[in-house]
């Protein structure tokens, strides 16, 4: 089992910046990928941005480029999201997520992912 731990959420006005960090703990070595996913109200969860592990390339939404910066610390087996010029569409709640990606298998997937964290809330009004 793998246990991720999400904080930094908050309200911040349009035009402004916000960092989230999501710590994994427990057998994350049977993991590669680290994810960043969004669910407005109403809505469905959306794809924010990707990294693995190993250092590969990242991926991000086409909303979000750009404005959004994932980063990794594998030392601390953490997983940022730096979130600059953000937007009222951008508000919601942020899931971080992790599992092991299969060849062919889509980085903007949510059922690819075994392991969620609980969400934090991102509010972004003036």
């Known amino acids: 089992q793998v246990q991720l731990v999400e904080s930094g959420g908050g309200l911040v006005q349009p035009g402004g910046s916000l960092g989230l960090s999501c710590a994994a703990s427990g057998r994350t070595r049977n993991t590669d990928i680290m994810a960043w996913f969004r669910q407005a109200p109403g809505k469905g969860r959306e794809f924010v941005a990707a990294l693995t592990w190993s250092g590969g390339p990242t991926s991000y939404a086409d909303s979000v480029k750009g404005r959004f910066t994932i980063s990794r610390d594998n030392a601390k087996n953490t997983v940022y999201l730096q979130m600059n010029s953000l937007k009222p569409e951008d508000m919601g709640v942020y899931y971080c997520?992790?599992?092991?990606?299969?060849?062919?298998?889509?980085?903007?997937?949510?059922?690819?992912?075994?392991?969620w964290g609980q969400g934090t809330q991102v509010t972004v009004s003036s």
């Open positions: 997520a992790t599992g092991h990606l299969g060849i062919g298998d889509s980085r903007t997937n949510d059922n690819n992912y075994a392991y």
